[in-house]
């Protein structure tokens, strides 16, 4: 499976919750999916995935989360990522979609304070995750 990595527990140490899966009709369904999955990403060279199963999110835990990413071009590591709260990547997601705003855009479009989207922003760059301009 050397480009792809499946995530099917919780991780404590980075706060990363994932539900227990129950066996069953789904249970099957859902591992034929993730293996079909596994066989399309292990035809790839420089293409990996991260298979995350019944992850929990702002809206509940889907069957499957998979996120694609290319190891070519991955960050350093940085420190700063660490403190990136849930908060930051709305914000972050935002930004992505509308490319360029200003901080007094995102406060009004996303009903944060000025104070906090500048803290966020902030945050975001020093990790180097969106450029200031």
Same mark, same amino acid.
Do not use: W
């Given at each position: 499976?050397?480009?792809?990595? *499946? %995530?099917?527990?919780? %991780?404590?140490?980075?706060?990363? %919750? ?6 069953? +009709?789904?249970?099957?369904? !859902? ?25 929990? *999110? ?5 069957? !499957? !989360?998979?996120? +694609? ?12 990522? &660490?403190? *990136?709260?849930?908060?930051?990547? &709305?914000?972050?997601?935002? *930004? ?18 000025? +104070?906090? !989207? ?16």
């Amino acid at each position: 499976m050397g480009n792809v990595t *499946i %995530i099917n527990q919780s %991780i404590p140490q980075i706060n990363y %919750i994932a539900r227990t899966c129950t066996q069953g +009709e789904e249970f099957t369904m !859902v591992n034929s999916y993730i293996e079909s999955l596994v066989r399309k990403y292990s035809r790839f060279k420089n293409k990996h995935a991260a298979i995350f199963i019944e992850p929990q *999110i702002d809206t509940g835990y889907p069957d !499957v !989360v998979v996120v +694609e990413y290319y190891a070519s071009i991955l960050p350093e590591p940085n420190e700063v990522r &660490k403190k *990136i709260t849930a908060t930051d990547l &709305k914000i972050l997601y935002y *930004i992505h979609c509308k490319k360029y705003l200003t901080l007094q855009e995102l406060s009004q479009k996303l009903a944060y304070t000025p +104070e906090e !989207v500048r803290r966020s922003v902030h945050r975001l760059a020093n990790a180097n995750l969106i450029y200031l301009g």
